[in-house]
């Protein structure tokens, strides 16, 4: 039995996956650099082969100009794409590529939230239309995170497509009864609200 892969941190993942995808794109490295060139992004051949033999290491920065260059997401140069392949997160601890990429999404606190309001934060620390979303409608946003774990697994293992089917929709129908919910508690305050206006217009007007 094969033993699994040593986790990757982000840098020595991106020296393999930036010769990987180079070459599948059928690119040698002055190509890679002439075109990094062309988007302003001043990185020699020279760099990219100490980049990609770990000599030196990749900044933040670059793999975003990499990626570009390339025609491919971020995450596919940061992370290890053989199966059962980890990332090293810090220097003792480390999650699975799937984890990671959900991480990365914004799907799956990796940090293991000790309360509710860890937990919250990290939903509220998204980019802000998604953190107006969030709380605008958390059920659909919930929704949105399940639903694209369940799809992912299924994509995995096509023998539990149904099941995961079958997770989305229960997803769904919840989504939809707290929604209805909202949508009722709102429509009962609305009458209360308008009374408590005309109070208040009403009492204005005789102070007057």
């Given at each position: 039995?094969?033993?699994?892969?040593?986790?990757?941190?982000?840098?020595?993942?991106?020296?393999?996956?930036?010769?990987?995808?180079?070459?599948?794109?059928d690119?040698?490295?002055?190509?890679?650099?002439?075109?990094?060139?062309?988007?302003?992004?001043?990185?020699?051949?020279?760099?990219i082969?100490?980049?990609?033999?770990?000599?030196?290491r990749?900044?933040?920065?670059?793999?975003?100009?990499?990626?570009?260059?390339?025609?491919?997401?971020?995450?596919?140069?940061?992370?290890?794409?053989?199966?059962?392949?980890?990332?090293?997160v810090?220097?003792?601890?480390?999650?699975?590529?799937?984890?990671?990429?959900?991480?990365?999404?914004?799907?799956?606190?990796?940090?293991?939230?000790?309360?509710?309001?860890?937990?919250?934060?990290?939903?509220?620390?998204?980019?802000?239309?998604?953190?107006?979303a969030?709380?605008?409608?958390?059920?659909?946003?919930?929704?949105?995170?399940?639903?694209?774990?369940?799809?992912?697994?299924?994509?995995?293992?096509?023998?539990?497509?149904?099941?995961?089917l079958?997770?989305?929709?229960?997803?769904?129908?919840?989504?939809?009864?707290k929604l209805?919910?909202?949508?009722k508690r709102?429509?009962?305050?609305?009458?209360s609200?308008?009374?408590?206006?005309?109070?208040?217009?009403?009492?204005?007007?005789?102070q007057?």
């Amino acid at each position: 039995m094969m033993a699994p892969p040593e986790p990757k941190s982000p840098s020595e993942a991106a020296a393999e996956e930036l010769r990987r995808v180079r070459t599948r794109k059928d690119w040698n490295q002055q190509q890679l650099a002439d075109a990094l060139r062309k988007l302003g992004a001043p990185i020699d051949r020279a760099t990219i082969s100490k980049i990609e033999t770990g000599e030196r290491r990749i900044t933040l920065d670059e793999v975003f100009w990499f990626a570009y260059a390339l025609g491919v997401s971020p995450a596919a140069l940061m992370l290890p794409r053989s199966y059962g392949s980890r990332v090293a997160v810090t220097p003792t601890d480390s999650i699975e590529t799937q984890q990671a990429m959900d991480w990365l999404r914004g799907f799956y606190i990796a940090s293991r939230p000790e309360t509710e309001s860890d937990d919250l934060f990290f939903f509220e620390e998204r980019i802000e239309e998604d953190a107006v979303a969030w709380h605008r409608y958390p059920e659909l946003s919930v929704l949105r995170d399940e639903a694209a774990i369940a799809v992912r697994i299924a994509m995995r293992d096509p023998s539990d497509l149904r099941h995961q089917l079958d997770v989305i929709q229960q997803l769904a129908d919840e989504a939809r009864r707290k929604l209805e919910l909202s949508e009722k508690r709102a429509t009962r305050s609305e009458p209360s609200k308008s009374r408590s206006q005309k109070q208040k217009g009403q009492e204005q007007k005789g102070q007057g």
